[in-house]
């Protein structure tokens, strides 16, 4: 093994995976749905920030949508 390499001649590519990687966003999340994922993922051992992901990607997966509507005042 060589004690060192020159790589100034080494031709660059892009990284076939960064169509894959996550995304850092900034969501505003009420305290008690923070309480809820940092608890259950706790009990799976699991960061809370990965459990919301794979909860949502199972929303996206599974094409769930949410009823938003609201009632007609009388």
């Given at each position: ?28 999340l009420s305290e008690d749905v923070i309480v809820y ?38």
């Open positions: 093994m060589k004690t060192e390499y020159d790589l100034s001649q080494m031709k660059s590519r892009k990284n076939p995976y960064a169509s894959k990687l996550k995304k850092p966003v900034t969501m505003r994922f940092k608890k259950m993922a706790e009990e799976d051992g699991v960061p809370y920030q990965s459990l919301i992901n794979l909860y949502l990607r199972d929303c996206v997966a599974q094409h769930r949508k949410i009823d938003i509507t609201w009632p007609a005042k009388p």
